[in-house]
């Protein structure tokens, strides 16, 4: 993954004219840290902090617990923080950390124990002002506010604006936990207005009804109920119905723990996650994981419109694929900054010591997005690029500069 993203950095610096010098350093880590946790009964995992870039800011990201995280994996995600903190303009830089850990096999006093175990490992490295962590896949508030609790504890004075996404009740921001699906709203509607298309209807499917994708679907069915949902899925199946489907419904569906595979309602018809990706939709939404398109299903794909709300979930070869057939792709680094910007509003107000209320977190919100998506949209116009090319572009200039 690692290297899917430095080749589109080093082209898009190529055709910048910058320096492959200056190229090299932008790709090169800051500061690593692999390490071991062991809990006390003696289970032990990988874990990890990639400090990639803190040129215009603390560094900024995630922490995702995952079967599947890996060197390379959150080497290419934290390379992928650092572009968009700068690509929507927020004064941060980009971070990763991650767990291999299938958080579900694990009770949780073991989540717990390990949760601060991370922490004591890396405390010498957070801080508002060095590294500023923030949830990602399977990871939540709870999670965040053990970690606070933790950090605070070893410093010996409570710094909450060290995380973000913590529980409002900690010092978390109103509006932070549906920001990525809102901001991805936010940035397919400003897009869709710019080509004016503003007032067409639209049917959309969104894979990966998570965090991400559900509030992309509940959102979407308050402020643009010209799209219309039609099919969902989550990591074993998905389900269709043409008449359409009630995001808030299934979001309540996935908060029982409900398995879409058992989903069950009239004209409703479970499909493969495969079918999911083939639909005959306008828009695909695609928030599940990395590498989602690929070489192999890329020519099922039918929708015209593709938003990455997932970091990387179409791999270079699928990408430009989908380019030439003529597919406009919302990129991942505009597309799904919304959860950051919101990262960032939270550690402004916990710096300031304020609380805003939600209509002024998610106008903030907005104001970002729109801006960050009309200056790739007019980049991507005038160097005759896609919008991923004119994101990265955007992102390279300011973290060059
Ligand atoms: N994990 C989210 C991302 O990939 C949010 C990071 C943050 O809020 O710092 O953008």
Same mark, same amino acid.
């Given at each position: 993954m690692l290297s899917a993203v430095h080749s589109l950095i080093d082209s898009v610096g190529q055709r910048l004219d910058i320096p492959q010098a200056v190229i090299d350093q932008l790709k090169a880590f800051n500061k690593e840290h692999a390490f071991d946790i062991t809990l006390d009964n003696g289970k032990s995992f990988k874990a990890y902090r990639m400090q990639h870039n803190?040129?215009?800011?603390p560094y900024k990201g995630g922490i995702r617990y995952h079967p599947d995280v890996n060197l390379d994996e959150v080497q290419a995600l934290a390379t992928l923080m650092s572009l968009k903190t700068a690509a929507v303009n927020i004064p941060m830089g980009g971070g990763k950390g991650g767990i291999a850990?299938?958080?579900?096999?694990?009770?949780e006093a073991e989540l717990e124990e390990l949760s601060r175990k991370y922490v004591r490992h890396l405390q010498p490295h957070i801080?508002?002002?060095k590294d500023v962590p923030a949830p990602d896949v399977n990871t939540d508030s709870k999670i965040i506010d053990w970690m606070v609790d933790e950090f605070g504890k070893l410093s010996g004075?409570?710094?909450?604006? /060290?995380? $973000?996404?913590?529980?409002i009740a900690n010092g978390g921001s109103a509006g932070r936990t549906a920001a990525t699906g809102r901001g991805g709203v936010i940035a397919l509607a400003e897009l869709l207005r710019l080509m004016g298309k503003s007032d067409e209807n639209f049917t959309f499917a969104v894979q990966g009804f998570g965090n991400v994708g559900s509030y992309f679907g509940t959102v979407a069915e308050v402020t643009n109920p010209n799209w219309q949902l039609v099919g969902a899925s989550d990591s074993q199946a998905g389900i269709q119905r043409e008449a359409g489907l009630n995001a808030t419904e299934l979001q309540e569906f996935k908060a029982d723990r409900g398995r879409f595979k058992d989903y069950m309602s009239d004209d409703t018809q479970i499909i493969s996650n495969e079918d999911l990706l083939g639909m005959d939709v306008d828009i695909l939404v695609l928030a599940?994981?990395?590498? /989602?398109? $690929?070489a192999q299903n890329m020519k099922n794909v039918r929708a015209k419109y593709i938003v990455?709300?997932?970091?990387?979930?179409?791999t270079s070869e699928a990408y430009d694929y989908l380019t030439a057939a003529g597919k406009v792709i919302l990129p991942d680094v505009v597309a799904n900054a919304g959860g950051v910007i919101v990262s960032y509003l939270e550690w402004l107000q916990n710096k300031n010591d304020e609380h805003w209320s939600e209509d002024k977190v998610n106008k903030q919100l907005t104001d970002l997005m729109e801006k960050a998506v009309q200056d790739m949209y007019e980049a991507a116009q005038q160097d005759k690029t896609d919008l991923k090319q004119a994101a990265f572009a955007m992102a390279i200039k300011r973290l060059t500069a």
């Open positions: 803190n040129k215009r800011g850990v299938n958080p579900r096999e694990l009770n801080g508002s002002e004075a409570a710094d909450v604006a /060290s995380f $973000t996404g913590k529980n599940g994981l990395e590498d /989602s398109l $690929t990455e709300m997932a970091n990387g979930p179409i």
